[in-house]
Structures are given as structure tokens and as C-alpha cells.
């Protein structure tokens, strides 16, 4: 069998790919060697390791691993043969899909048995027969792109539930042809997989995962698009077409199912035609969808009519400039902010998001509201990662004081501004910057045991250091929003594994872990865990 490329390594190229512009011939060293570069070194150093734990490839690698067995995986790591895959480049092949990865694609076993090893398809449902062909191996499994459906999975296929016609090429998008009530139920199966996979705790310590809340609208849902596209070739010349004309390599779009090349969009308004030359780089446009931010100033001037009220409600502008103010309801609250900063992208689903996160704090375990249990309700509310201030300023009617926590100056100031728009005043709601070095020196007058704290980071997650500040404030309720599940999961068992040694005082219970679609058709999901202190 001729030689099979490894991961990262560079496979070789069909020969309508073969001929490469002047600029971007391969450089050889003294000897005819081929010089590597850094980029190459840094690949194939970070090959001799495990992947980063809670990143996508370590994501992966578990979904591997429930498939071959961890016996079979520990053999194949000893004996050094986890990248001797046994497919060659574009090798097409028939498969069975086994299950569904976190990611949103299917896994199937290798039809050679003799050799354990794993293939990753997108756009296939466990049970179906494939053909797949191979473009790239990785650490005992391979990815590839779906030739033909053979035998589908008619129990859950239904194509007619595409309304997309780049669906199957564009890589945005995974579950257009299931049922919504199917794509909600493996989501829950993801956020029960990132807490086995990645807390560390026993089953015991986590509650039953909940059914996971979807979103009002399924389509047409995202108010923020950011297409792309890249810098003219050196080889394009301005002047062989005439103005204003789309050149034949110009894409506008999103990029292709398993590669980071842009495939054209027709839909999209091509509006850098005249000037594409004069882009050196390669360029994200934006899409916004903002209320006119002159129809409501503060929460006093807004129409006192229901007529008024719903023509402005209804009046929806588009934004393309980054730095243009937006504006957007969430319930009856009002929020500014740069069009092009960070603001969840599913209006729809964010007032039953900040709903449940109330309703989690003002009920107990047993399932009463905390001011009619007996005990005292929380007076203190910290917004932790509060950006534009969406929980601070939701939240804000049910709590005496409230601060919200950011390390960006931009966000704020956003903040403060959306607290004024809606008539908070500054003696009950503080934005405060914070050093994550001491985040929670800027608090540190809240009574810990009538506090709440809301986080809500990064796809990162939160560091030690802001575990071991968490830790030593110890508010009475924690409730962790997230986009990535999988760091969650790891932050919420580092919480509780840190105060099992503790013979002493309350400790941290996690109450209740679910789901929120906030990208119907995708695979993503988003997470709401509550941490009580019991």
C-alpha cells in the first residue's frame, strides 16, 4: 500500500491543484531539502502530545474513544500506531455510521476490524450507510466529506426540512434535515457527554441533565452575520474587468464543510465590488439587525401608545459599520451597544434564557420561591463577564444592589449607558472594571450569604485564579452560563472538588445542569449550571 500521509502532514494534491502561482512556490534549503517552517514544527511538535484538554481535537478524541473502547485506544497509544491511519488521501470507502459526535458529525468504525479506527463525516445519521472519502488522518481516526448517502436513516432523514440550498456544502449548519424536537434531545446528549467526559465528578454529584429549552424561531433567527472574504490574488489584475464587476475569484461567504475556503453566498450584497483591490488582507463585512437608535432614548420616551409602541418595535435597520451603535429589546429592557462587539445573536431565545436564570435563583432545591421559604432571599446580585450588562440590568428588579464585573473599559461603558437607558438608577446598579488579578476586591462589601453571582465568560472558560477568588468569596448561589459546555463542565468539577477536603461549613451542591438552543440546525448548545451552596 503506497504511503499513507499522517496527521499533519501535507497530503498530496489532485493535478488540477498542482500548479501554484510564482509567489507561492514551495522554498527549499541548500541540498534541495524542503526548509520547515515554523508553522510545520509547531504541528508536528504539538502531534507527539494528547490534544489540549476541552478543545475541539480533545472533544473529538473522546467521541473516539467511546467508540473504540478505551482498552483498544491505551494498545494502540503504547504501541505507537495511532497515526498509522489505513486510508490514503481521497480514498473513497463504505461505512455504517455509528453515532452522532459532539460536534455534529457522524463517527463510523473502520470496515477493516483488523485495524481499529474511526471516520468522521459530516451531514450523516447513525444507522446510515455511507460513502465517504478520506482528506485528512488524525490520531486513530480520519475525516471525510459524505460522497452518497446509500442507505438513509429514514426514521430520522428527512430532507424536505431543508430550506437552505447551500445546506450539505456550507460548513454553518448540521441538522436542517432532523425534526427540532430530535436536535434538542442530542443536544442534552452533549452536555451529559462534557460532564462524564470532562467535571471529574461522580454521578452522583451531577443531577439528572434537564431537557434542553429551545428557540422561538428555528430559522431566521440570527441577528448578527459576519461573511468574508479574501485579498485579491497577486495574480488578479484590476483592470480585466470593468468596474463594479464581480471578479470570478472573488468569494463572499462562509466557508466550506471541513475546509477554511470561502464558498460564495449569492444572497449576499456584494457591496465591495468597486474597491476589492484596495483590500491587502482578507476581510469579515457585518450584518446587524438594530432597532433605529433614534426611536427610544431612555425608557421614559418610549411611546405611550401601543400603536407608537409596536411601530417602533417593528422597525428593524440593518448595521455594516463595526463601530456603529446597535440597539435591541430583550423583554422590557433596552440595550446599546457596538454593532460590532460581542451581544448574543438569538434575540429570540434571550428572554426565556434570563427568565430561567431567575427563576433559578429565587427558587431553592426544594423547588419554593426563596421569599416564601423562610429563609432570606438574596439582596446582592455581581454580574461577572457582565458585557453590555444582559443579566445585570434583566435582573436588576429583584435585587436591592447590583455590580457588574468586566475587564474591557468598552463594555463598561456600554453598561453604565444601558442602565441609564433603562431608568436604573446608579445608587442600585454599578459597572465596575475589574482586575483579574482581584476581581472580586471590587464587591467585597456584598454580604456573601445574601450575594448571587452570575459568570458568563468565554469559550475558555475561567482560570484557576478566578476559581480560587470565586471560592474565597462564596456567595450563597452561583449560576454559570456558557457557550462551550465542555469548559464548564470542567470549571463546575474544579469547584467542587476543591472544597472536598473541607471539614467544615457549607459546601457548593450543583443543583441543576440545562441545555439552551440558541443555534437551531447547528450542534451547538449553550448550558446554564446552578451551584448552591447546602
Known sequence: MPHSPKAGQVHALPPTELELPLGKKPRFAKGGHKKESKRAKKRRDKKSGLPEPCSAEDVIWRDVIAILGEDVVDQALEDGTEFDSPFEFHQELEVEVSSICSNGEAIARSPDESRPWTIIVPFALPGERIKARIYRNARLHSFADLVEVITPNTALR???????????TC???????LSYQTQLDWKRDVVVKAYKNFSGLAESSVPPIQATIGSPLQYEYRTKLTPHFEAPPKSAKENSIPSGT?????????????????????????????????????????????????????????????????????????????????????????FEYKAGSFFQNNNSVLVPLTNYVRDAILRTSTGSITADSGSQPPTHLVDAYCGAGLFAITLSPH?????????????????????????IPKEKISFRAGDAADIFATVSDFPPDRTVLVIDPPRKGCDDNFIRQLLDFRCATVVYVS????????????????????EKGRKYVLESVRGFDLFPQTAHVESVAVLRLA
Not at 460548513?171 to 434535515?177: S, T
Not at 449569492?266 to 433605529?292: A, H, M, Q, W
Not at 435585587?399 to 431608568?423: C, H, M, P, R, Y
Open 158 to 168: 428527512d430532507d424536505n426540512r431543508v430550506r437552505c440550498q447551500y445546506f450539505g
Open 399 to 423: 435585587f436591592q444592589t447590583v455590580a457588574g464585573i468586566e475587564l474591557s473599559e468598552d463594555s463598561i461603558k456600554a453598561a453604565k449607558n444601558n442602565a441609564e437607558l433603562n431608568g
Open 483 to 502: 457557550c462551550n459546555v465542555h469548559t464548564q463542565a470542567r470549571d463546575v468539577g474544579k469547584i467542587l472538588r476543591a472544597m472536598e477536603g473541607e
Open 171 to 177: 460548513g454553518g449548519c448540521q441538522y436542517q434535515m
Open 246 to 334: 464581480k471578479p470570478e475569484w472573488l468569494k463572499i461567504g462562509f466557508n466550506r464543510a471541513g475546509t477554511s475556503k470561502t464558498m460564495d453566498i449569492e444572497l449576499l450584497k456584494k457591496r465591495c465590488f468597486r474597491n476589492i483591490y484596495t483590500y491587502k488582507k482578507g476581510v469579515s463585512l457585518l450584518y446587524r439587525d438594530s432597532l433605529p437608535v433614534s426611536s427610544v432614548s431612555k425608557t421614559s420616551d418610549i411611546p405611550n401608545t401601543l400603536d407608537a409602541l409596536s411601530a417602533s418595535l417593528d422597525a428593524h435597520v440593518c448595521i455594516t459599520d463595526h463601530k456603529a451603535t446597535a440597539r435591541e429589546k430583550v423583554g422590557d429592557s433596552t
